[in-house]
């Protein structure tokens, strides 16, 4: 489904967020990046969702290479991916129906559209999605009135929507309470085995990646330090992925192991 | 002994004095204000001189009792409603003109930002062309502004004669420069991230407008438009001076006629309507928002 080879993307202001990246993923796979904050996890995603453009590199979708979409050939390969964001990036003040039929909006004609602000179409379809991510009685609520979590599920139930052959899912469950995270990554990864969609995740738990996901890629400084199966990850190789970086959420563990009180953690001097 | 510190003062603040550029321009515009002041032959013993206090008492003497007789009341009706169909039109056509101007020239729908970076990569003739019709209502929404309504309305007085109607033109045409531009502002400063999950889903930039940017703009798009139709009831009154029809041609004509009791009940309705107006905006933004 993917292909990387040299991927790189710089900021302005000499950032390399992606450095040279090289990346195969096959279709119907399974797998999750994990990584410290700024590994460049997300921008990775919006790399491959085609939203930004490569500094240099060159990237396949499904076959297709990403520099050479444009108008509707870009809007179709975009068509055909799905992604759930961290900040969830629904519009807050329509009704939670629009969020999701938002879905269609790459299949659905302009005005089908804009009609369909007016006097929601296949409303169904939106009602099932709500149901299968468990927050059905929410379908006429006002999206900003949610709490984060039921944001989380209305983003997914729009990805359910789209219906598309890859899901990007970039941190889904760093805003749901843990019980509920291992829904959330259960219901993809049960989607992605019925369905034979790839599933490409961005987790804050490793813990939660290693058990549920077959192939867990390292991602640091916008480089990929490994790419293996669960079995093979140990300890060392997760503190060296998090080496120096700050503690956070469940790596903890994978932390304490290297962690150094005089490297990184020393208070700044007072002058 | 204690170590001693340095004392505070031998640490530099940077930036916490104003720049040279800053003190620079302070004084620059104490200069000019000062300056203005002799320009504008500001004499204040012109003001509070007898003849000034002499020539206000007529006016005030005048102007009480104010005109309040049933002939005089039944004949404001119909100028009265003139100014409120006027500022209603005005605002209306301002509307029409200024919608789609300002969508065409938002920026982030016409060519810049993450909604077009890989889209546009590599095309520059595309890019272009993108930006003609952004650039082309940019200039078309300036000039409408900057020519202000009253000589638009001499213009349309000129074009199409004395009445009404100039003057929804003349609202009509500067008004909708101001809304394209407060528009196409308030568009671009909706938040991105919406709009780039959307464009993700394969969504055309114009799903992409009616589903992120119009819903997350609309609360401001109808305060600011109701706050420029009670701009236009004030507009329009300035506008029956040039014989553009209302209660300013009212006002105009018992100023002309020294009869100050009618200045004062036709400046009472004007208050009243701006009141009105707000009072009525005020409700609707409550309903939006």
């Known amino acids: 489904m993917y292909r990387a080879e040299g991927l790189t993307k710089v900021f302005p202001g000499a950032i390399r967020a992606v450095d040279g990246l090289d990346l195969k993923i096959g279709s119907g796979e399974r797998v999750a990046f994990i990584g410290p904050s700024g590994a460049g996890k997300t921008t990775l995603f919006r790399l491959l969702n085609c939203t930004l453009k490569p500094t240099a590199g060159r990237l396949w979708v499904a076959g297709q290479e990403v520099e050479h979409l444009h108008g509707a050939s ?16 629904l519009v807050p003040r329509l009704p939670v129906v629009h969020n999701v039929l938002a879905g269609r909006l790459g299949t659905w004609s302009t005005p089908r559209a804009v009609l369909s602000l007016a006097r929601p179409v296949e409303v169904e379809a939106a009602h099932r999605a709500l149901h299968q991510v468990g927050i059905p009685e929410k379908l006429y609520a006002r999206t900003d009135e949610l709490s984060g979590g039921q944001q989380q599920r209305v983003a997914i139930a729009r990805v359910l929507l789209q219906d598309p052959d890859i899901i990007l899912a970039d941190e889904p469950v760093s805003s749901v309470d843990p019980t509920l995270a291992a829904g959330i990554v259960h219901l993809l990864t049960d989607i992605s085995r019925a369905t034979g969609k790839t599933l490409v995740v961005n ?25 293996l199966a669960p079995q093979a990850v140990r300890d060392e190789t997760l503190a060296a ?31 | 002994m204690p170590p001693t510190t340095p004392a ?8 916490s004095r104003p720049s040279r550029f800053a003190r620079l321009f302070a004084l620059l515009f104490g200069l000019t204000t000062v300056a203005s002041w002799w320009a504008a032959r500001v004499d204040l013993s012109t003001l509070f001189s007898r003849e000034a206090f002499r020539n206000a008492l007529v006016f005030v003497a005048g102007a009480f009792p104010p005109a309040l007789s049933q002939d005089f009341l039944l004949f404001l009706v119909r100028p009265t409603l003139e100014t409120v169909q006027i500022s209603l039109l005005g605002t209306a056509v301002a509307l029409v003109i200024g919608f789609p101007l300002g969508v065409l020239a938002t920026a982030s729908l016409a060519h810049a930002g993450p909604l077009h970076e890989l889209d546009l990569s590599g095309r520059p003739v595309r890019r272009l062309l993108r930006f003609i019709p952004y650039g082309l209502s940019r200039a078309l ?8 309504e009253l000589v638009w309305a001499l213009v349309f007085v000129r074009a199409t004669g004395l009445g009404p109607f100039p003057g929804v033109l003349a609202i009509g045409v500067a008004y909708g420069g101001i809304l394209g531009k407060v528009y196409s502002e308030i568009f671009e400063a909706v938040d ?6 959307l464009q993700a889903t394969g969504a055309s930039r114009w799903r992409v407008f009616w589903y992120g940017m119009v819903p997350q703009a609309f609360p401001h798009l109808v305060s600011y438009t109701l706050y420029r139709w009670e701009c236009a009831i004030r507009a329009s009154a300035i506008l029956g001076f040039v014989g553009a029809g209302g209660i300013g041609q009212q006002i105009e004509i018992s100023m002309r006629m020294f ?31």
């Open chain 2, 259 to 289: 009869n100050f009791g009618e200045v004062v009940t036709l400046i009472g309705i004007l208050v009243l309507m701006v009141a009105g107006t707000d009072a009525l905006s005020l409700r609707l933004r409550r309903r939006v928002l």
């Open chain 1, 74 to 89: 870009l809007r179709a390969a975009r068509r055909r991916i799905g992604t759930i964001y961290q900040q969830h990036n």
């Open chain 1, 241 to 271: 992925l998090y080496a120096g970086a700050p503690m956070t959420g469940p790596a903890e563990g994978a932390l304490n192991a290297s962690y150094d009180p005089g490297s990184s953690c020393r208070p700044l001097p007072r002058v």
């Open chain 1, 203 to 227: 987790l804050h738990s490793v813990d939660l990646a290693l058990a549920s996901f077959p192939r867990i890629i390292g991602l640091r400084d916008g480089r990929v330090l490994f790419d």
């Open chain 2, 192 to 197: 991105a991230r919406p709009l780039e999950a």
């Open chain 2, 8 to 15: 505070p003062a031998a640490v530099p603040f940077p930036g």
């Open chain 2, 141 to 148: 929404l300036s000039l409408f502004r900057s020519v202000p």
